[in-house]
């Protein structure tokens, strides 16, 4: 069975101080690694889709990447307003997405 | 705004009762998925549709649900004999088949069984 297991379970960051979001998988068969962002009361806003293992992918300040294992979500110089929920997700043979249970992120000026 | 809607955002309704919830989703989407989400937990997959047919349903979905896609544009999920149990938000997902996997999800509807 697909697992995806995200840490930390929180974390709280001063405004420039950068960071790692780590989430580890195990899946038969990969089809893609994907990152969400969601603030409370809302649905997942899409950030990014990694399909194979070397692959990064950067928006603003977040930049995504994929190993065999484990995706990273690094946070350079990140402001208030990336304050957030941050959620991994993949597809494996199934066309249905697999999420962790996220990491919470604050950051204080 | 193109993208996914929800209808309604809030519903309250007490034990016993059923409801329905309505997903529109990106027009020229041919996949849509729900999922449910409590509290602290990432969502979870429930179902989901290739067109108007439903191809997968989650274990988690019991006889009380039932979701329809008509005419394969928006769908509904409807809860029979609702328990406090179901009490969680759920997510509307859509995606095109050639964009495999990424789906872009819906506001949500916030249910609470009282």
């Known amino acids: 069975e697909d697992q995806v297991t995200q840490s930390p379970e929180a974390l709280r960051l001063q405004e420039g101080e950068s960071s790692s979001l780590n989430c580890s998988y195990t899946?038969?068969?990969?089809?893609?690694l994907f990152w969400y962002r969601q603030d409370p009361g809302k649905g997942p806003e899409f950030l990014f889709t990694l399909y194979s293992a070397g692959e990064e992918k950067e928006k603003e300040r977040l930049k995504a990447t994929l190993t065999k294992k484990e995706s990273f979500l690094h946070i350079t110089a990140p402001k208030p307003e990336d304050s957030a929920t941050y959620l991994c997700?993949?597809?494996?043979?199934?066309?249905?997405?697999?999420f962790g249970t996220g990491t919470r992120l604050q950051v204080t000026l | 705004d193109t993208g996914v809607s929800q209808d309604p955002r809030h519903k309250i309704t007490k034990r016993g009762q059923n409801v329905t919830f309505r997903c529109d989703p990106i027009?020229?989407?041919?996949?849509l998925y729900w999922y449910r989400q409590t509290l602290g937990q990432g969502p979870e997959f429930l179902t989901y549709?290739?067109?108007?047919?439903?191809?997968?349903k989650s274990r988690l979905l019991s006889d009380r649900f039932s979701a329809e896609r008509p005419k394969g544009s928006f769908s509904t999920l409807e809860i029979q004999r609702t328990e406090q149990g179901d009490s969680a938000m759920y997510l509307c997902?859509?995606?095109?088949?050639?964009?495999?996997?990424?789906?872009?999800f819906g506001p949500g509807t916030r249910l609470t069984v009282l």
């Open positions: 899946v038969s068969g990969l089809r893609g």
């Open positions: 027009s020229e989407h041919n996949r």
């Open positions: 997902a859509s995606s095109l088949i050639s964009e495999y996997g990424t789906q872009y």
């Open positions: 997700a993949l597809t494996g043979t199934a066309s249905k997405l697999t």
């Open positions: 549709f290739q067109n108007e047919a439903q191809l997968e």
